[in-house]
């Protein structure tokens, strides 16, 4: 008897969603930042055992779109909605039950759910055997389940439960398959996940990354990737006096590429200003949403 099945993580922002499908994969592919907000695309994980194989989908945050970015971001938590077989509810043990609760009734789920309360080592071991029982009054999750993504606990347990709820059925992709992404696509969030770490306030939301050029060369990979930005003085924020922040920005992104793709990088970045590009659909298109 082989499983496949869809697996699909949901979330407010921040809950720990890429931490747990970075954790489950083995891999970075998920970028992580302590800023909300930082996923934008459904990022799909795959792994496959004797016997199943697992898609898993880290979906962005939930929230209230205030830009066309916003509700492309919303449509890929609804379509992981209708293709998931079994949906991961995750949440901070911290933050309000009752809030997160309330959003998971709103997601209107016809799949099996398991309840995941993330951040476990935060919570003693009281406090979250009540949380536990107060999961389980809801009453509407197949199984709770405490982790801590960050610190890999409670994933083999988390594991043997979703394999559990998994429907029969054939493989989706080949047995090597780690992710339906690109590696440009992987190369451009490295570098977002930069941006994320180095600037403050609103530039990491003003901004994305699109990876031009991508070329193997014979002792090393060269990549050029525009930063987008919607004003002048963004721009001049990422570049920084005498280009000084563009360039800790290209070092920090290129030593995370070379150790994902194992060659030795050559990373040119630019800026570019494109005004409003988060409300206008071509720009949207043009740049992956």
Partial sequence: MHKAGFVNIFGKPNAGKSTLLNAIIGEKLAI???KVQTTRHRITGVITEPGYQIVFSDTPGIIDPKYKLHEKMMGAVKSALEDADVA???????DSLEENLELFDSLRLKVPAILILNKMDNLSKEDMDTLVEKAKAWGKAKVIVPISARQKKGIKELMQEIVALLPEGNAFYPDDTLTDKSTRFLVAEMIREKIFQLFEEEIPYHTTVIVTQYQEKETLTKITAEIIVTR??????????KGKSIRELGTLARQDIEKFIERK???E???KVRGKWRDNDLYLKEYGY
């Avoid at 991961?88 to 911290?94: F, G, S, T, V």
């Fill in 32 to 34: 992580i930042s302590p």
């Fill in 88 to 94: 991961l509810l995750i949440m901070d043990a911290k």
């Fill in 232 to 241: 002048e003085t963004q721009k001049g924020i990422i570049l920084g006096e």
């Fill in 265 to 267: 990088v050559f990373l």
């Fill in 269 to 271: 970045l630019f800026v």
